[in-house]
């Protein structure tokens, strides 16, 4: 087998990895989310199982990556794609840690029985394990596309956080006994929308591995355009491969 062929086989075993974590990290915010809404402690327990499967996949991810580019010294485009695989795993890393931080609200004596169960939370866990699906796909598939397109969804997410959190200010104002369980729910919707986030910069480093280019973060969610950002001019730029560098002042 050439060097080419086994590095192609290398890449497509790296992906299944991701995949594989992608899951794991899903299955935490599915769980997560399920454990603080039924307020059942068995169900957290077993979050923290999956919490130490992602521990050790990140690992063997990272540890995977780091001896493809010692055995096979890839370049411009195959770095990125390494290197990619290098950042994408500390995301999901953080999204399975959200869906723990969900489930850890649950089985504490507050229950949820003082205030009604918002429905806004349900769907904003599903739309956020969409994302992260989408983000995960987006880079298996090299759809740069796909990536971009997390931007607008992610609209759509930060304002169900926004009405869940006046909901539950406007339930505890009215009654100062769902102060514990309603500042629960606004920490659910935080962490959901933070693993909105996370999907998001799996897509920025999706758009870097297929373009090359890095996207304007000032431009990301104006109506869902991207733009990449202006590259420095050609007698600025060091010889790296597929990188490019970066003026400080541009940082």
Known sequence: MTARLLFNEEMKALDQEIVRMGDLARE?????????????????????ELDRQIYLAEQAIEKHCVEIIA??????????????SLKIITDLNRIGRYGQDISELAGNGEGGKRMKKLVAVPLMAELVMGMVNDAIDSFVSRDDGKARG???????????WDSIFRESLTHMMEDPRNIGVGTHYILVARYLERIADHSCNIGDRVVFMVTGERMDPYA???HGETRPVRRPDD?????TEGYYSTHLSEK
Not at 71 to 84: E, K, S
């Open 28 to 48: 935490m915010i599915k769980m997560g989310v399920q454990a603080f809404l039924e307020n059942d402690a068995e169900l957290r327990t077993k979050v923290e």
């Open 71 to 84: 055995l096979h010294q890839p370049v411009a485009g195959d770095l990125r794609m390494v290197t990619t």
């Open 150 to 160: 997390l931007y607008r969804r992610d609209d759509e997410v930060d304002g169900l």
């Open 220 to 222: 990301k969610k104006h």
């Open 235 to 239: 007698h600025d730029l060091l010889p």
